[in-house]
């Protein structure tokens, strides 16, 4: 087994990675936190597959086990199912405040579970087992919780670190293809931003990764793992301006999720596909960035099962969603820009008709 440390000083807590972990998620809990209790938030389809050999781990450790279901969609990242976790927690509870909210899932019950944690009693245990690829490699790490409004993805929320990650790899051989294709998609963000090493690496082994190879699986969880939590050491907050280059393909991406109402018409991944490209396409116009790498992008993300086009979403909407987006500072998109694999940058002023123009190429 794996780990890595995401080093907050007090906050701090260890990655957990590795295949078949789940069964000793009760000693890692142990390990981490002295409740006596786990209040354990996930989805029918996860909880079917993988509650018996978790309750099982964790009554061994001497924990009481409670499982609660949520939609397994982004609709469940609502006010409404925020209300209903915290009321089914403060049962279970009595009140007390000593119970670890363990979120067992992809991002969307990360994010609910984590914010109900944040917020009950100001503030609880929490820890994360996801079971997404796009959990393990980003969503599960860095104490980002949040619920979406119709305005946009994310807007409540707060900062909330984990008490430790519990990364089984075998979990991912049970996605939908979909979901895998999903999560590769952030894959492909971190070898933008940060890791040209990386790229080429998806370059050569997309079949494999594809195909589930569970040591294709590993690195690139280890990888993203390992990057994001440098990231977090640095910019816990993200109130330093570091943090921010994560949201690069975000903020087109989140506005497109905003816009179909967080329908499974298209996905966090898929959305942030397109964001990504729409943000390489603005730094060629920019003559930040060369066409060559732009298509290398294009083919990755073809390659994987992304989409390359925009289809039945008008621009203007698109762009409208986006001004609401968080990562807006004083009405003005931040935006992060490629200047080559392994490089971006942040931008504040982008013009409006460089967006639209970084769109329409899209269609």
């Not at 409004?149 to 996605?175: E, M, R, W, Y």
């Not at 949201?247 to 991406?253: A, K, V």
């Not at 298509?295 to 986006?322: F, Q, T």
């Amino acid at each position: 087994m794996k780990k890595i440390k995401v080093d907050l000083g007090p906050r701090s807590y260890l990655i957990n990675i590795g295949s078949g972990i789940l069964k000793n998620a009760g000693d890692i809990i142990r390990g981490v936190n002295d409740s006596g209790s786990c209040f354990i938030v996930t989805n029918k389809r996860v909880r079917l597959l993988y509650s018996q050999t978790l309750r099982i781990s964790l009554e061994r450790a001497g924990l009481r086990v409670m499982f609660f279901d949520v939609a397994d969609s982004e609709s469940a990242k609502s006010y409404l199912s925020w209300l209903k976790v915290v009321k089914a927690l403060a049962g279970f509870d009595k009140g007390k405040g000593s119970c670890l909210v363990v979120s067992l899932g992809g991002g969307v019950v990360g994010d609910l579970s984590g914010f109900a944690a944040s917020t009950y009693r100001r503030g609880i245990g929490f820890l994360q087992i996801p079971t997404t690829l796009l959990s393990q490699v980003d969503a599960a790490i860095g104490g980002k919780t949040a619920i979406d409004t119709d305005f946009a993805k994310n807007l409540i929320g707060a900062f909330h670190q984990p008490a430790a990650v519990i990364s089984d790899i075998s979990v991912l051989k049970s996605l939908p293809a979909r979901q895998t294709i999903n999560g590769l998609s952030e894959v492909i963000k971190y070898a933008v931003i940060f890791d040209p090493h990386l790229f080429r690496y998806l370059e050569k082994n997309i079949k494999d990764i594809l195909n589930l190879g569970t040591a294709n699986l590993e690195y690139i969880v280890t990888r993203c793992s390992r990057l994001k939590a440098g990231v977090v050491c640095v910019d816990e907050y993200e109130n330093k301006g570091y943090r921010s280059v994560l949201n690069f393909g975000h903020t087109i991406g989140h506005a497109i999720e905003t816009v179909t109402g967080y329908s499974n018409s298209i996905n966090h991944g898929e959305a942030v596909a397109i964001g990504m490209l729409a943000a390489f396409s603005a730094s060629v116009l920019l003559g930040m960035a060369d066409r060559s790498s732009y298509e290398r992008l294009r083919n990755i993300i073809a390659s994987a099962g992304l989409p390359v086009k925009i289809d039945g979403i008008r621009s203007s909407n698109i762009l409208s969603a986006a001004l609401y987006d968080k990562k807006t500072i004083n009405g003005k998109r931040r935006w992060i820009l490629p200047v080559a694999i392994g490089h971006v940058v942040v931008c504040h002023d982008l013009p409006d008709y460089i967006i639209r123009q970084s769109l329409l190429n899209l269609y």
